[in-house]
C-alpha cells in the first residue's frame, strides 16, 4: 500500500481516537452530575449515559487507537528513518502518555458502569484537557518537526494548560452565578 494512503489513514483514526477520547470524558461528567438528579430522572440518565460510553468506549475510541498505533507502525516500517528524528521520539513519548491516559480513563469507565463515582464533574473536566494538551503537543511536534524547541513547546504546552484550568474555574463560577440547576428544575416543572 502507498506510504501516502497510510498516513491518511493513520490521520483518520487519530482524529477519532481524539474525538473518542474527549467526549468519553464528557459523558463521564454529565454522568457523574446525574448523581444528583431525583428518581426517576437519575436512574434514566444513568443508563443512558452508560449505554452511550459503552458504545463509544469499544465501537470507536479503543478501535480507533489499535488502528492509529497499526498504521503508525506500518509508517515507521516503511520508512525506519523517522525513529532516527528527535521529534519523532517526543511525539512518541507523547503517544505514550495519551495511552496512559487512555488507561486512566478505562479506568473510570468501569468503575462508572458499576456505579462507583470517585471525581466530582470539575476535577473530571481538568482531566478532559489532557488530551487537548497532548493533541497541541502532538500536532506542533509533526508539523514543525523541531525537537530542539520541543522545550519552549513543553513551556508553551504548560501555559495553554494553566489557561484552561483558569477557563474552567471561571465557567464554574459563572455556571454557579447563573444557577443551571436552578434553571434546569423550572424547565422540568413547566413539562409537568
Not at 458502569?113 to 482531566?127: E, G, H
Amino acid at each position: 500500500m502507498d506510504f501516502l494512503y497510510i498516513k491518511a489513514l493513520h490521520i483518520i483514526f487519530v482524529v477519532t481516537w481524539f474525538a473518542g477520547l474527549f467526549y468519553i470524558v464528557r459523558l463521564f461528567i454529565y454522568q457523574t452530575e446525574a448523581e444528583n438528579k431525583l428518581e426517576p430522572a437519575k436512574s434514566i440518565l444513568q443508563t443512558q449515559y452508560k449505554l452511550m460510553s459503552k458504545r463509544l468506549w469499544y465501537i470507536i475510541t479503543w478501535p480507533s487507537a489499535i488502528l492509529a498505533s497499526i498504521f503508525a507502525f506500518w509508517m515507521l516500517y516503511q520508512n525506519p528513518y523517522y525513529l532516527s528524528e528527535p521529534w519523532m521520539l517526543v511525539k512518541l513519548a507523547f503517544v505514550l502518555a495519551l495511552y496512559f491516559y487512555q488507561g486512566f480513563c478505562h479506568t473510570i469507565y468501569k468503575k462508572l458502569q458499576n456505579d462507583i463515582v470517585k471525581y466530582s464533574a470539575f476535577k473530571l473536566r481538568i482531566l478532559n484537557e489532557v488530551s487537548t494538551i497532548i493533541l497541541f503537543a502532538v500536532v506542533f511536534l509533526v508539523t514543525v518537526k523541531s525537537a530542539i524547541n520541543w522545550i519552549w513547546g513543553v513551556v508553551g504546552i504548560i501555559l495553554f494548560g494553566i489557561l484552561i484550568m483558569l477557563g474552567i474555574k471561571l465557567y464554574k463560577k459563572i455556571r454557579e452565578k447563573k444557577s443551571w440547576e436552578k434553571a434546569e428544575k423550572e424547565v422540568l416543572n413547566e413539562k409537568q
